[in-house]
């Protein structure tokens, strides 16, 4: 039977596992979107393109293009993409990192090689590296809320958690409560408690909901 302060780092374990998937989905998402934008401003500005005979018969449907590509690129400085490819390019591998540096102790941990003292320092210390990767990368950003990527973490962390990890002696459990208590106690980025705001930041842009 797994003592509490196993289960406890379990749950911050699996946790920080579920997040590594969701910020490189995150970041994966914030790429595609900042690309397509520097492919339409490109193609809007190419004076090759705009000289093709066919905009001769749709030079309305044209100059509303070029209006959208120019009040694009007013706006682009002051929208959320580029600053937050940066953060989470960043933030993304040192989750990673993270949780193979759990993944490493719990070998230990679940065959009961440690004190429950050591566990629990163990599991803090991770909570703290987690945090402070947190606010190391994204200090004055708002991390992007996803259903759909925070669903598909969800599900890669577990299958990852029962199955990579199944010759541990704790295998299923705690997973199912992985938007409960464990986002609570680690900080995960659940709906409930992710806290992105309908502003970006502090600087008053749009937040992107995927």
């Not at 900042?34 to 393109?49: G, M, Q």
């Not at 293009?65 to 682009?76: D, F, G, H, R, Y």
């Not at 070998?107 to 210390?125: H, Q």
């Amino acid at each position: 039977m797994q003592s509490n302060t196993q289960n406890r780092y379990w749950d911050v374990f699996a946790t920080i596992k579920r997040d590594a998937i969701y910020i490189n989905r995150c970041h994966g998402s914030v790429e595609a979107t900042d690309r397509w934008i520097s492919i339409f401003s490109a193609v809007t500005s190419s004076a090759a393109i705009a000289s093709w005979a066919v905009w001769s018969q749709y030079s309305f449907l044209w100059g509303v293009i070029i209006a959208a590509s120019q009040v694009l690129n007013a706006v682009k400085p002051y929208l959320p993409y580029k600053a937050r490819l940066k953060a989470l390019s960043n933030f993304g591998p040192d989750l990673d990192a993270l949780a193979l540096t759990a993944e490493t102790d719990w070998f230990k941990v679940s065959r009961g090689m440690l004190r429950d003292d050591e566990i629990y320092g163990l599991a803090m210390t991770l909570k703290k590296k987690s945090q402070q990767a947190q606010n190391k990368h994204c200090k004055g950003l708002s991390i992007p809320e996803s259903k759909r990527h925070l669903a598909f973490a969800n599900k890669e962390a577990e299958t990852y958690m029962t199955g990579s990890i199944q010759e541990s002696q704790y295998e299923t459990a705690s997973l199912q409560g992985i938007d409960g208590q464990a986002d609570a106690d680690s900080g995960g980025f659940s709906p409930s408690n992710v806290g992105v705001a309908s502003d970006y930041a502090e600087g008053g842009g749009s937040e992107t909901r995927r």
